[in-house]
């Protein structure tokens, strides 16, 4: 038998984190798991060989380099730590800690989300789940840190930025996405075509302050050079930013 616990006190990211495992485990294997807060859990008589998936800072007691070590995580990052009737699922902060939930019921319960919606969403039929063995520690890297627009709840509802939160491609830190090579590429700078010669396809500049259905050309190498010093110098003007989008502009223009 397990249950699941988490913080007195916990906001939409944990609490979305414990019910989901509550959630999926059930439907693989017909167990409900209780979900209870550290102070609901002092009244409840449980048997030694419980296991607690504890969820998040506040559910759990550990040593000084166990939390030193969650700290030190990237904000998106998580620990699945596994000790004897013991498992902590946790990261450096609660956006962390949800991706570590939903990475837990991927590899340990095999729950997949191929796309939005229920009727996309595997829960495979197991009748024992095992735990984990080994200490898992993930933190995002330039190509896992998946980022995506296009989620807009007016058209959609929640259920695509739900599959985004399953997927783990909602991050705690702000990342530049949105068109924007219209300013690395304005056309009041670039374009005079003698000065800048196909800077634009069939070297063809578009209407000053339009900023969608167009291209720069990005088969001249010249482009490449005014990209890459353009960059360097906004992380010069913005120290403190952590990433650039270099989304195409909207439509067309190729």
Known sequence: FAVIV???????????AATAISAYIERSTGVKLPVYTVDELEDVELEPSTVMIQIGEGSYSADVAFIEEVQSLHDDGFI????GHQLIITGSSPVGTRNGAYAFLEKYVGVTWLFP???WTDVPQKNELLMPEKRWTEEPTAFTLRRTMNMSEKYYGNIRRAWLRQNRTISASEIKIGHNIFNIFPVEKYGDT??????YPNNNPPAPGNHAGWQPCYSNPATVDVAIEHIKQYFANHPNEISFSLAVNDTDGF
Not at 7 to 12: I, M
């Open 80 to 83: 699945v730590a596994p000790n």
């Open 117 to 119: 919606g229920e009727e």
């Open 6 to 16: 988490k913080p007195e006190q916990s906001g939409s990211e944990i609490n979305e």
């Open 194 to 199: 003698e000065k800048y010669p196909n800077f």
